[in-house]
Each structure stands twice: as structure tokens, then as C-alpha cells.
């Protein structure tokens, strides 16, 4: 987060909200911008999600300036017009605390990698300001599903795989 600071990306300028997805043995910085917005023809329920040029008007019209013209002139508008969308993708939520955090628990169900049939991917999210907090909870969380014989232990990014195992929708 503080390498993305210095690169511009100022949650407090932008309104960005940061994730760090913390795998066994790596970390990504997520960012996200949430803006409520209305799309003719969308109820905002189901499957009737935008299709792909709504979805880039939309994100265009409705992007902060300063990600417009991050590190040049337009350069967020062309990202977004490039943006493809990936799915549709099923999954469930549970909500529920550990360490008096509040914990989600999302099980994705996705292409397997034969594309065949599907496998259900489990991720387990906290959210703390505190690394000490995270890695503290981390580690014993951790240590918790690894002792039920419940953690798999490679590095999985869910965003990765439905990259890998989806074709862009049109």
C-alpha cells in the first residue's frame, strides 16, 4: 500500500477502497471504486447484468478524474474502454466473525482447469487496518484450518483462475 501511494494511488484522493489478497505465499493489492449509478435496461438483480459496452460507458462516464488521466492524459479512459468482463460466476457468502474480526467466507464455483465440469474455490477474508492484526489473525487462522486437515495448501487467485478458464464475454 505504501508502494502504491508513492505510484499516485491515494485511497483519500481517489475515494478507492485497497485489499490486500494474502495467499500462503504472496500478497496483491486489490483497488476498488464503488459508484452508484443507473444503466437503462438493468434491473440490478440476477443475470441481467450490463452488457459489455454498457459496462464500459458506464464505468467512463462514472471514473474518478484523477484515474482518468492517472499517468497520462486518458490513460484510465482507455483502460476502461479496453476492460472486458469475465462470468458469469456463482458464489455464496457467509458471514461471521473469528478473533472479533468479521470474517466472509465466499465459496466460488468455477470452470476446472479441463473445463469439464466445475470446482468449488473457498476464501476466507478479514478486513483490518492493523498488519500486526492480519498477520496475527492470519497466522492462527491458518494454523486453525490446516490442524482440521481443511487447508489447501498452494497459492490460489481466484481472479487468476476465472482470467485463465473464462473467455471474455462480448
Do not use: C, H
Not at 486437515?149 to 483462475?161: A, H, P, R
Amino acid at each position: 500500500m505504501t508502494t502504491a501511494a508513492g505510484d499516485g494511488l491515494d485511497s483519500s484522493a481517489f475515494g478507492f477502497e485497497f485489499q490486500v489478497d494474502w495467499t500462503l505465499g504472496k500478497q496483491t493489492l486489490s483497488v476498488q471504486y464503488e459508484k452508484d449509478a443507473t444503466i437503462s435496461g438493468y434491473s440490478g438483480s440476477g443475470l441481467n447484468a450490463p452488457n459489455l459496452a454498457a459496462s464500459r460507458s458506464t464505468s467512463v462516464a462514472n471514473a474518478p478524474s484523477n484515474f482518468k488521466n492517472w499517468t497520462s492524459t486518458g490513460w484510465g479512459i482507455t483502460q476502461l474502454n479496453n476492460a472486458v468482463i469475465y462470468g458469469p460466476i456463482d458464489f455464496k457468502r457467509y458471514n461471521g466473525t473469528y478473533e472479533d474480526l468479521e470474517l466472509d467466507i465466499e465459496v466460488w464455483t468455477i470452470l476446472n482447469a479441463s473445463k469439464t465440469g466445475t470446482e468449488d474455490i473457498v476464501e476466507a477474508s478479514f478486513k483490518t487496518d492493523s498488519l500486526t492484526e492480519a498477520t496475527s489473525v492470519r497466522t492462527d487462522l491458518i494454523n486453525l484450518l490446516r490442524n482440521k486437515g481443511w487447508l489447501v495448501e498452494s497459492d490460489v487467485l481466484k481472479t487468476s483462475l476465472i482470467m485463465e478458464r473464462y473467455a471474455p464475454l462480448q
